[in-house]
């Protein structure tokens, strides 16, 4: 079983950043690929971002290629999602989640979610 954590979320301006991170707990967070989702008020759960157990390969949705980075630290077992150029339309709940088997953009492939935390972009 893994636990994961959300923090950083917040209300920023327009063209500003905010870093989220993933804290996780339970089983070895090394092995899992991990993927950062967001939903809108009225609208489906959206992926956002992905990366592999090793973090050595990424996947981004179109709409944050080149403003977003996700990452993540095995050793502190947490992974990581760097906004910048925020806009409007990135405002959500945003969540992290882990696959056992592979980096994939599909919400229900995920095993496991955290609680999701706001993120809030004024324009």
């Known amino acids: 079983q893994v636990q994961l954590v959300e923090s950083g979320g917040g209300l920023v301006q327009a063209g500003g950043s905010l870093r989220l991170s993933c804290a996780a707990s339970?089983?070895?967070?090394?092995?899992?690929?991990m993927g950062w989702f967001r939903q809108a008020p009225g609208k489906e759960r959206e992926f956002v971002a992905a990366?592999?157990?090793?973090?050595?390969?990424?996947d981004y949705a179109d709409p944050v290629k080149g403003r977003f980075t996700i990452s993540r630290d095995n050793v502190k077992k947490t992974m990581y999602l760097q906004m910048n150029s925020l806009k409007p339309e990135d405002t959500a709940v945003y969540y992290c989640?882990?696959?056992?088997?592979?980096?994939?953009?599909?919400?229900?492939?995920?095993?496991?979610w955290g609680q999701g935390t706001q993120v809030t972009v004024s324009s």
């Open positions: 339970g089983r070895t967070f090394s092995s899992i690929a």
């Open positions: 989640a882990g696959d056992l088997v592979r980096s994939t953009r599909q919400v229900y492939d995920y095993d496991y």
């Open positions: 990366i592999t157990w090793s973090g050595g390969s990424t």
